[in-house]
C-alpha cells in the first residue's frame, strides 16, 4: 500500500473538519475513533488515521494534526497517470473547509468522474480503456495506408473511396456479433472480435491488390466494430448514472491514443514502397497482453442480472431517430478523415512525416473537446453540448479543406477540439436507449446505418473529388449531413443525463445489482 502524510496545526472547527468522514473523490467511513475507511470509492485499500497532539506554539485551542493515509487505487493499466493526482488530493497542508450539505460534486477534482465510481467501476473501466487501445489502432489502419497501398496498386482516388466504402460491408458481420452477445455475453465476443480484428489485419501485410486488402480489412474492421461497440455497452452497464458520458469520453480519448500509435507508425510508409504492409502486422504481435486484459475483465452485471428477451417491437422510433443520426453525421465525418491523407498529400505536397506530424498536432487537442464534453454532457445535459459540438465542428472541418498555410493547421486544432464535444455527448444515447435483452444488437443496426452513411459519403466524396479535381468542395457539399444531425438532436432527442438505465428502459426490471467483487 502507498501511504501518504501530512502534518498541519488546526484549531478546533479545523479539527472537527478533519474528524468528518472525506466526501470528494471518494466517501469515507468512521472505522473506529480517529480512524476511517473507504465506503465507495476508485480504492482496493484505502484507510487514514488521525492523531492529535497540542500545537507546538502551546497556543489554548490549537492543535497539531498528523494524517496518515494507506492506499491502493482500482486503476489497472492506468493506475500510474492517477497516482500522482490522488497523493495531491489525499495530502494536506491545512484543515479542509467545514462540510456543506449536498456540495460533494462541486468538490470533486476536475480529472475525476461528475459522479463518483466505486472499486468495480473504476476496474472495468480502465480495461475496457485498454480494449480500446486495440479497436482504434484496428479501425484507423486502413485509413492511414490507403494512399500508400493505391500508390503501389496503380488505384484512382474513385477507386480509394470505393474500397473503403466497400470495407464497411463488414459491419453486417458485427451486427452479427452484437447479437450473439445479447445472448452470448458480452465479454466472450469481445474476446473473439480481438482475435479476429488482430488475424485479419494480419493478412492485409499479403495483399497481392487493392482488392484483397480491402478483403481482409472487410474482416478487420468487422471485428474491431464490433469490439467498440461492445465496449461502450459495457461500460454504459457498468458505471453509475451521472458518469456514462465520462466514460464515453475517456474510452474515446484511449481509442484515439490507438489511433494515434497507427498515424506514428504511418511515416514509416514513406520509407519505401511496401513499407506500409508492416503497419497490418503490429495488431498480432501486442494480442497476447489485450487477451490478458480481456481474460481480467468481468461479465457485465446487468448483462448477468435476469433480463427479459426483448425485440425491437416498440423500440423503433428510437432505432430510427439514432440510426438517422448515424447515417448523416458520418456522411460527413467519413469522408472528411479517411480522404485526409491524400488530401494533405496530393493538394498540398505533404510528405510522410509531415503528414504524420499535421495529424497529431491538430488531432491530439481533440482530447481536450473530449474531456470537456463529457463532464458537460453528465453536468449540464447531452443535448447542447451535441448540437455545439456537431455544428461548429463540422464547419470547421469543412472550411479546413478550402485553406492551406498557417491557417489550415490553426482550423484543424480547434476544429478537432470543437468536433470532439460530441463524442460523448452523442455516442452514449446508443446504449442508453435500449433495454440489456437488446442494446447490443441495436448498437449494431446503429452502427450500420452509419456504415451506410459512411459509405455513400465516400463514394460522393471521391467522385465529386474526381469531378472538381479537388476535395475542398466535395466536403462543402457532405456539410449537409451534420446539418441535418443538429435538426434530429433539437426536435427529437430525449435528454438523459443523471438517469439510470432502467429509467429509460422500464422493461428491465430494476432488480438488485449483484455483489461486487
Known sequence: MRETTSEYEVDDVGLAAVRTPRDDLLLEVADGPDRFGCAQGPFDRYERTVVVAPAPSGAEGRHLVTETVRWELAIPIWGGLFRPLVRRLLHRTEAPPPPEPGAAAARAPWWSPPARFDARSAQVLSRLCGLSLLAGYLGTVIT??????????????????????????????????????????????????????????????????????????????????????????????????????????????????????????????????????????????????????????????????????????????????????????????????????????????????????????????????????????????????????????????????????????????????????????????????????LRAKANGVISLAGVAGSAVGLVLGGRLADHFGRYGPAIALLGLGPVVVVGLVVAFYPETAHLELEELNPEDVPLPLPPLG
Open 144 to 437: 492511414q495506408t490507403i494512399t500508400y497501398a493505391a500508390d503501389e496498386f496503380g488505384a484512382s482516388k474513385s477507386g480509394q473511396g470505393t474500397t473503403l466504402a466497400a470495407v464497411r460491408v463488414g459491419v453486417l458481420l458485427s451486427l452479427v456479433l452484437m447479437g450473439l452477445a445479447d445472448r452470448h455475453g458480452r465479454k466472450r465476443l469481445l474476446v473473439w472480435s480481438a482475435v479476429g480484428g488482430a488475424t485479419a489485419a494480419a493478412l492485409g501485410a499479403l495483399a497481392p491488390n487493392l482488392w484483397v486488402l480491402g478483403t481482409t480489412q472487410t474482416f478487420s474492421r468487422a471485428f474491431s466494430t464490433a469490439m467498440g461497440l461492445l465496449i461502450a455497452v459495457v461500460a454504459a452497464e457498468e458505471m453509475p448514472a451521472g458518469g456514462r458520458a465520462y466514460a464515453v469520453s475517456v474510452l474515446a480519448m484511449t481509442g484515439a491514443l490507438g489511433a494515434g500509435v497507427a498515424v506514428m507508425l504511418q511515416s514509416l510508409a514513406g520509407l519505401a514502397v511496401p513499407a506500409w504492409r508492416v503497419i497490418y502486422v503490429v495488431p498480432l504481435l501486442v494480442l497476447p497482453w489485450f487477451l490478458r486484459v480481456g481474460d481480467r475483465l468481468p461479465e457485465s452485471r446487468r448483462f448477468a442480472r435476469p433480463h427479459a428477451r426483448a425485440r425491437f417491437a416498440g423500440h423503433r422510433a428510437r432505432l430510427a431517430l439514432l440510426c438517422g443520426t448515424a447515417f448523416f453525421g458520418l456522411l460527413f465525418y467519413a469522408p472528411n478523415t479517411q480522404f485526409q491523407n491524400d488530401f494533405l498529400r496530393t493538394e498540398h505536397g505533404f510528405s510522410a512525416p509531415m503528414i504524420t506530424a499535421f495529424t497529431l498536432l491538430t488531432g491530439t487537442p481533440a482530447g481536450i473537446g473530449v474531456v470537456v464534453g463529457g463532464r458537460l454532457a453528465d453536468t449540464h445535459g447531452r443535448r447542447l453540448v451535441g448540437v455545439v459540438g456537431t455544428l461548429g465542428g463540422a464547419g470547421l472541418m469543412a472550411l479546413g479543406y478550402q485553406l492551406g498555410g498557417p491557417a489550415l493547421w490553426v482550423v484543424g486544432v480547434v476544429g478537432s477540439i470543437i468536433a470532439a464535444l460530441t463524442v460523448p455527448a452523442l455516442a452514449v444515447y446508443g446504449p442508453e436507449l435500449f433495454p440489456t435483452g
